[in-house]
């Protein structure tokens, strides 16, 4: 695999240019081609010459979309093929005050979450920071957006893979995609969940990306997140609240908990006032979602009326919580969901294939 060159700061590509013993102006050129989502044999303000080395050198097109499915409420989803032809997933979302796209950070996950089609065949790799970004290029000119007028205005690195598990390249990735003179999407318009890698959420705290930090809790004690989010055999809940509490005193920006709202798991009124006690008082925020069911996990959401009930509980506890509107549930919108049936029914065709090989 060639290198990514939208891996590369501008500041890199200055001296990527210079290196090559092309004048600095030239970076500037290159750099808006590829903010603008065009690969690099399709740029036309660079000679033929620089064109043809930098394809030596770097892939033409590291993210292109595969397939696209549309929800019957508008949502997007997008199968992307990488330049190795991995597969990773991201969603666009449209709401009242912009365009939200969910991006990948790995192919694969290795933190296996028993709710979470993303890892269902492991941890393939990492993505680097520009695989992460060209997600964002591609839609973004896809949907008629620029540099200076972008489609894409909110971003979540809720996709396939834990962003922290990653963590240079996503950090790179958001010093790339929040700098000035860039895409520039302010950190404010962009969140990251973690299921909780402890010493990486006191990292991130330290780099001055006061992004929204939110974490993936779904249970309210130790025993019952364990049943569903291995990770919490490493880092228990009190650990992951104390980091919460060194983010907001570092940034001052209020943290987040996601709960997915498990039937038989977390509903009932005993894990209400558990998660109502955990969490009353702190600069938090709590993001109930009803489950989009996985078929290999075995896990079911509940109704609408039940998770308006939960949300009933916590908000008369004084928590400040909300229902996540569902969406893309027609076309499989959780993380994972549709790399996964892609591959199941790839695997399929070539079993059928050594089957029946002459096609009888």
Known sequence: MKEILQDLS?????????????QKFR????????????????????????KERLLDRFEDEPVKVREVFTSSDGTEKYL??????????GVLMSYKYGKTQCVSTQVGCRMNCAFCASGLNGLIRNLTSGEILSQILVINARHGGTIEKRAVTNVVLMGSGEPL???ENTVQFLKNVTAEG????????????TCGIVPKMYDLAEEGIPLNLTVSLHAADDAARARIMPVAKAYSIAEILKACENYFDKTGRRYIFEYSLIEGE???????????SLLKGRPCHVNLIRLNAVKEKKL???????????LGMLEKGGLSATLRRQIGADIGGACGQLR??????TQGQEKEKEANPQGQ
Do not use: H, P, W
């Open 10 to 22: 501008f500041a890199q590509l200055q001296e990527l240019m210079l290196s090559m013993g092309e």
């Open 27 to 50: 970076a500037v050129q290159l750099y808006r081609g590829l903010l603008r989502g065009a690969r690099i044999s399709e740029l036309s303000d660079i000679s033929k010459s620089l």
């Open 80 to 89: 992307f093929e990488l330049s190795d032809g991995n597969l990773i997933e």
């Open 165 to 167: 598990d990653n963590y």
């Open 182 to 193: 860039g895409i520039c999407i302010s950190a404010r318009n962009i969140s990251l969940s």
């Open 266 to 276: 977390n509903t009932g009124k005993e894990q209400a006032d558990k998660l109502i």
């Open 300 to 310: 079911r959401g509940i109704s609408e009326k039940e998770a308006y009930r939960f």
């Open 340 to 345: 996964a049936g892609y591959l199941a029914q």
